[in-house]
């Protein structure tokens, strides 16, 4: 009997940050973000950035503003399939700092459940490109901390391939064995690692992975390749959709879901959006 070719879920996300040129510009809130992926890109995910909800916490993770983004998700039968949070990483080299980014980021933690988000990055902190035992140490541990709050509410938690020390696929390994928990994850920001072949990098993280994001340079140059192995490694996620030029966003980003979309409908899958009470994402969300 012939192998089937493994599958991917034909579900796509645009990550918020890809408009951080229209949010700097006073054009886009995330009342508009949600509006703009529901109706001009026909997606019922959301995929939302903490710079998009405003730029101080005070006043953005107030519970009245976090119901009204929730009310703004639900009334567009949406869900969150990733909040990523920036300022709020786990390492710094001061422990007061290291104290203020943990109380801030337990009350990030609080809004991706009044949110539903489905998954929760928190960066690791640590510039260099290894950890010391002692940043290894606090990191591990506060990842455990993190996933066993978010498991409460079906969320997972985890680091993105993003900076410092997460562009290097051996520390992930060796974080994602030392947190050992079910709801700690990776977001796999496709191709982008240091110290080591980018492919390599995906093929290792790839089984990790609670979310991605797929930028341009991946877009253009690999997608099929980035793609497939993540079917081979059975992932079942978001594919998420991230620019970064703050230029002819829209457009930018119309292209690179079109070649999302394009790149699921020639393996088989059905890239189209998934209606109302139908998508698979909101099934048992209050």
């Known amino acids: 009997m012939q192998e089937l070719e493994p599958r991917l879920s034909p579900m796509i996300s645009i990550a918020s940050y890809s408009f951080h040129g229209l949010v700097a510009d006073g054009m886009m809130d995330v009342f508009h973000y949600l509006e703009t ?4 890109y026909d997606l019922h995910t959301a995929d939302l950035w903490n710079g998009l909800l405003g730029n101080d916490p005070e006043q953005y993770l107030r519970p009245e503003f976090l119901a009204k983004v929730r009310r703004a998700l639900d009334e567009r039968e949406m869900a969150l399939v990733n909040y990523h949070v920036d300022g709020v990483h786990i390492w710094e080299d001061d422990p007061a700092v290291r104290e203020k980014h943990y109380r801030l980021a337990l009350r990030h933690i609080e809004a991706a459940k009044v949110l539903g988000a489905r998954t929760l990055r928190i960066d690791s902190g640590g510039r260099e490109h290894h950890w010391t035992d002692e940043q290894f140490d606090e990191i591990a541990k506060r990842y455990r901390e993190y996933s066993a709050l978010t498991a409460d509410f079906g969320c997972r938690t985890g680091p993105e391939t993003h900076w ?26 496709l191709g982008h ?26 877009t253009a140059n690999r ?64």
């Open 193 to 218: 690692f240091e110290l080591g072949d980018p492919a390599d990098g995906d093929r290792r993280i790839a089984p990790h992975a609670m979310h991605t994001h797929i930028d341009a340079k991946t």
């Open 37 to 40: 992926c529901r109706h001009r």
């Open 164 to 189: 410092g020390a997460e562009l290097v696929a051996d520390n992930l390994e060796k974080l994602v064995a030392a947190v050992d928990h079910p709801a700690f994850g990776v977001l796999l920001h």
């Open 223 to 286: 997608l099929d390749e980035a793609l497939e192995i993540l079917a081979a490694a059975g992932y079942e996620g978001c594919l998420g959709v991230e620019h970064h030029s703050a230029v002819n966003e829209y457009a930018e980003v119309g292209w690179q879901l079109a070649s999302v979309r394009r790149a699921l409908a020639k393996r088989g899958a059905t890239p189209s959006s998934v209606a109302g009470k139908r998508n698979p994402l909101l099934r048992g969300q209050a």
